[in-house]
């Protein structure tokens, strides 16, 4: 059916929408949470307002800024609406996860640095061979909720024109045919169902001290 067609196309959307800004936002996520905690107070005030705006306004008004901010105040339009909504997207989600990541960071306790420096490594060792992987484990259960919330979010991307799986599903609405939006509806339950899975297995495998 056609209708079935569209809204899997719509789908493969949000899906795409969601894999970019996971690959893009975690890491920046981890360098914005750097910044924050650095000692160098410009860079370490600069962040923490980034992140305080960012967390502080809708994920739509973001949206509208990014695609049209640029041409209005600097005269150069991004010319992809994909492109601006993928800009807001990970910016959005990169400064919720730098949140994480600090609540993780500051979480190890102080011996866990001190280890490190009586066996001679540096503090970039110290971090991403020590600290790291324990701030991963601690980490991994709010990371997963802002994970399956990303998922539902990308329905937010029709705002601005992106044709993803719920303004297809409107479209077909409008026409006085209402299933396709309960479809959309289990397409997402689908996907989050399988996120939770996932995220469940790997938690379960970070779980040292049950084995």
Not at 106 to 133: D, H, N, R
Request: proline residues 4%.
């Amino acid at each position: 059916m056609d209708a079935l067609r569209q809204l899997f196309i719509g789908f493969g959307t949000n899906c795409m929408l969601f894999a970019l800004t996971l690959v893009m936002a975690v890491p920046l996520g981890l360098l914005i949470s750097l910044g924050t905690m650095s000692k160098f107070k410009p860079l370490k005030w600069l962040m923490k307002t980034i992140v305080w705006i960012i967390r502080g306004t809708p994920l739509m008004l973001q949206l509208f800024v990014v695609l049209y901010a640029p041409g209005l105040l600097f005269n150069y339009p991004i010319s992809s609406r994909m492109t601006a909504a993928l800009i807001a997207f990970v910016i959005n989600y990169a400064a919720y996860f730098s949140e994480i990541y600090r609540g993780g960071i500051e979480s190890i306790p102080k011996g866990q640095y001190e280890a490190g420096q009586v066996l001679g490594l540096t503090k970039i060792q110290i971090f991403f061979k020590i600290v790291l992987f324990q701030v991963i484990k601690r980490i991994t259960p709010p990371m997963g909720n802002e994970i399956i919330t990303l998922v539902k979010d990308t329905s937010l991307a029709r705002v601005i024109g992106i044709t993803e799986i719920l303004m297809n599903a409107q479209r077909f609405a409008s026409s006085g045919v209402i299933w396709p939006l309960f479809a959309s509806a289990l397409y997402f339950l689908a996907f989050t169902g399988i996120l939770s899975l996932l995220l469940a297995y790997a938690e379960k495998k970070l779980n040292y001290y049950n084995g």
